[in-house]
């Protein structure tokens, strides 16, 4: 346990020790967003009866922030570390495949629940969602960081350099996160993208995760569970496959 | 006693390239030993292979009787590397560092006077709170053998550690790893600088092209392949016929001529006299492990 343990306290403290650049900046973002489409909005767009559009849009700036911070923790200490060399620090310990898992996914989804604490602590000056059902809310929280964690890692072990690591997080990560309804509400979409929206996990985290402030939502709150928790499940295996065959570390 | 090291029958490829052939070698517990080899010979992959960061495509290795691959937690416990790139982790300071790869080998608190004792044995004790991104060539060289020696391992595997690093650092490098090979640590070194092996290592094992060419002590090496070199200067600068087959090489007047023993010398400076060229210059020069090294990648 020692070195399972050792490992997540070194992967905390690297995104801690640069919590500007980790930390401060996402929330920073977040902030700017809030205000840009709060003031353009707020008197036009009604999503929920009776709730602000800027309080609508909270939650869903909060998860986005928690999506792309968990991803950008496991995704840069690996690349980084790979790019650097230092990766063989690691492959020389006898640290397990699924010990190197456990704590490159923790420390995501601990610096997920930091950046989205911070957001929603900037955001509430602005407009305070209710709190219906807490529980739910950050359950989705954690898994919606967790899986963002697992694909950082297989990110960080596919790609060879910054380059592919940029692309994967430009072209899959990105359009993945603003088609996903933080914005807005998907009913509000012509019936195919309705349609295409349906097909993105983020869309499900970040319903559920709304459902957890207001007790409404696009879908069922145990569907958009089944889809995260399937989500997860399928990207931890796979992360778990390529540890274990020692995909791009080990020749 | 269980063998520090022990690889058997291992071949590595690299697609087409056959870049391990079949390699056997077994390293005793406690001895200093050099694994020498040109460019591209294999010693760095060997050494990969023995760290676990390649698998081979067929044979064994072990280290204190763990195999590498399905006994790889103990097999790594036991062994410490210094890896041959200078690579290091830029957030963190020289000590976090150390406490931090010492953790992962499973070793806690009771571990930190080691840490400092290697520290203090490496100079580093007054560089432990520095960002490692500030640090020289040389202490960054310095802080990566301490991080192999972190988690204090039985076996000591450092690949060209001494590439780069200047003649003080050097010597007391040296001090230091002879230290810890008295006090019962096992060294497999690798390096360019042949003196180096042939002062510090008592068994030297060779690679060429993947194979192991000569693997004996140090001692043995030296009295089989090399012969000791005789510089001679002649007036008028020609060399007898009889002594031709012992030219080594001729540049100018001077001629260099392969001795199996000392008391040859005798026989060449009487076959000089009878054909009558006079010796104006004559040096003796000992055979060093380079020249073991340079006959055996001739072969």
Same mark, same amino acid.
């Given at each position: ?20 650049? +980790? ?50 923790? @496991? ?31 923790? !420390? ?14 900037? @955001? ?25 964690? !697992? ?8 790609? #060879? ?15 993945? @996160? ?39 939502? #696009? ?33 | ?43 760095? +992959? ?42 290091? #982790? ?39 709170? +520095? ?34 690093? #200047? ?65 001679? /200067? ?28 000392? !008391? ?8 000089? /006299? ?26």
């Amino acid at each position: 346990m020692i070195g399972l343990w050792t490992l997540l306290k070194k992967e905390i403290l690297r995104f801690w020790k640069v919590s500007f650049q +980790t930390i401060a900046a996402p929330v920073i973002t977040a902030l700017l967003y809030l205000l840009i489409f709060s003031h353009v909005l707020e008197e036009r767009v009604q999503v929920y009866p009776g709730i602000s559009y800027t309080a609508f849009l909270i939650p869903g700036l909060v998860m986005m922030s928690m999506l792309q911070n968990s991803f950008a923790n @496991s995704s840069s200490s690996l690349i980084q570390s790979k790019v650097m060399g230092n990766i063989v620090f690691l492959l020389l310990t006898p640290l397990s495949y699924w010990e190197f898992f456990i704590a490159f996914l923790v !420390a995501a989804v601990i610096r997920g629940l930091v950046v989205g604490l911070g957001v929603y602590l900037v @955001s509430i000056f602005y407009a305070l969602p209710p709190l219906h059902h807490p529980l739910i809310m950050l359950l989705f929280a954690i898994s919606g960081c967790a899986m963002m964690g !697992a694909m950082g890692i297989i990110a960080g072990i596919w790609a #060879d350099k910054f380059d592919q690591m940029a692309a994967f997080q430009n072209f899959i990560i990105m359009p993945l @996160s603003f088609l996903s309804g933080v914005f807005y509400s998907i009913h509000s979409l012509p019936p195919f993208w309705q349609q295409v929206s349906h097909l993105n996990p983020f869309f499900y985290v970040i319903d559920g995760f709304r459902y957890g402030f207001f007790g409404l939502s #696009d879908v069922s709150p145990w569907l958009s569970l089944a889809v995260v928790a399937t989500s997860f499940c399928v990207l931890s295996w796979v992360t778990l496959i390529m540890l274990r065959s020692g995909y791009k570390l080990r020749g | 006693m269980l063998p520090a090291i022990q690889i058997e029958q291992v071949h590595k490829y690299f697609g087409k390239l056959h870049a391990l052939r079949g390699i056997d070698l077994t390293i005793e517990q406690g001895e200093f030993f050099a694994l020498l080899g040109p460019n591209g010979a294999g010693k760095s +992959t060997l050494i990969n292979l023995l760290a676990g960061l390649l698998r081979p495509t067929s044979g064994k290795l072990s280290v204190l009787g763990h195999d590498v691959v399905s006994d790889y937690r103990a097999a790594r416990k036991a062994l410490g590397v210094v890896p041959q790139e200078l690579v290091f #982790d830029p957030f963190f300071n020289v000590r976090e560092m150390l406490r931090f790869q010492a953790g992962y080998f499973g070793c806690g608190k009771e571990n930190h006077p080691w840490i400092d004792e290697v520290l203090e044995g490496l100079g580093l004790a007054d560089k432990a709170g +520095t960002n490692m991104r500030a640090l020289s060539g040389g202490m960054k060289r310095r802080a990566l053998i301490a991080q192999a020696l972190a988690h204090k391992p039985q076996v000591l595997v450092l690949d060209e550690p001494t590439a780069g690093v #200047d003649v003080e650092l050097r010597q007391m490098l040296w001090e230091f790893i002879k230290r810890l090979n008295r006090e019962g640590t096992t060294i497999i070194l690798t390096t360019h600088y042949l003196e180096e092996a042939e002062t510090l290592c008592s068994r030297v094992g060779m690679l060429k092209q993947g194979e192991l060419v000569a693997l004996d002590s140090t001692r043995n090496l030296l009295e089989r392949y090399s012969r000791k070199s005789l510089r001679l /200067r002649l007036d008028p600068p020609s060399l007898p016929a009889e002594l031709q087959p012992l030219l080594r090489s001729q540049e100018n007047d001077v001629y260099t001529l392969a001795l199996q023993e000392t !008391a040859a010398l005798e026989g060449v400076l009487a076959k000089l /006299r009878t054909a009558g060229v006079r010796v104006e210059d004559l040096q003796l020069v000992e055979a060093d492990l380079e020249d073991v090294f340079v006959e055996l990648v001739r072969q």
